[in-house]
């Protein structure tokens, strides 16, 4: 009887153990924003240097390329957003690409491309939510997504606002994009720095018509939230 009642014992304890160790097989599934071993913030502004604007994949690779690499992102996220675990209204996710700043090297290096849902990626490219007036969108996101008080995510925004003009004062970023080599055997495409310089410069002079520049830079740095 003893024994009996052991071995359903033994067959529970294996069953929990399973039921956890599928549990830690899913957690690369599970949203930022739910991981019990992440804490916020889950997103926050991340501004890419003037200088690399347009000097991402999109402009570096061949359209097919690009696409099998965000398209892999969406599908290893199940098309929700790495972030929250939402899907947009019109489109479930868009790709973000992870990227590294050296400051002292002044290298901008690729770590990766995620899915994210266009309110999260909103959030990430805050300069470009900030010239279409979403900002205030993109900041009540933030408080929600990441638990904060107004004053918390005006400043981060704030701070990363800072920290764009900082790197943005130099023109000799480079980037790095091996990841993509590594991970997907792609290269850049004959002409694409050309393509990349050619799209830098539209978004600067966009950019400097609606804000103005200053030292060589547009200066919307200067629409700090508090300052509002
Ligand atoms: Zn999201």
């Not at 996220?77 to 019109?90: E, I, L, Q, T």
């Not at 002292?104 to 939510?129: E, Y």
């Not at 480079?174 to 694409?192: F, K, L, M």
């Amino acid at each position: 009887m003893a024994k009996a009642a052991g071995a359903v014992f033994d067959g529970k304890e294996k069953c929990w153990k399973a039921s956890v160790d599928r549990l830690d097989a899913l957690l690369p599934f599970v949203p930022y924003r739910y991981r019990p071993d992440r804490k916020p913030p889950y997103i926050r502004p991340w501004m890419v240097p003037q200088a690399l604007w347009g000097r991402n994949l999109r402009a570096l690779l061949a359209k097919e390329d690009w696409d099998r690499i965000r398209k892999d992102a969406y599908a290893r996220a199940g098309s929700r957003c790495r972030v929250c675990g939402g899907r947009g209204p019109k489109w479930p996710v868009e790709a973000d690409e992870g990227w590294h700043y050296d400051d002292a090297t002044r290298v901008q290096t690729l770590k990766g491309v995620i899915a994210l849902c266009p309110d999260c990626h909103a959030v990430r490219h805050w300069g470009k939510t900030m010239s279409a007036g979403r900002q205030d969108e993109a900041l009540a996101w933030m408080m929600e997504v990441n638990g904060w008080t107004r004053a918390a995510a005006t400043r981060c925004a704030d701070e990363a606002m800072e920290q764009w003009h900082e790197r943005s004062a130099y023109s000799d970023w480079r980037c790095d994009i091996s990841w993509a080599t590594t991970h997907y055997g792609v290269t850049t495409i004959q002409g694409g720095d050309a393509i990349a310089e050619k799209r830098n410069q539209s978004f600067v002079q966009k950019a400097s018509a609606q804000y103005g520049s200053r030292g060589g830079h547009a200066s919307y740095i200067q629409h700090l939230l508090y300052e509002r």
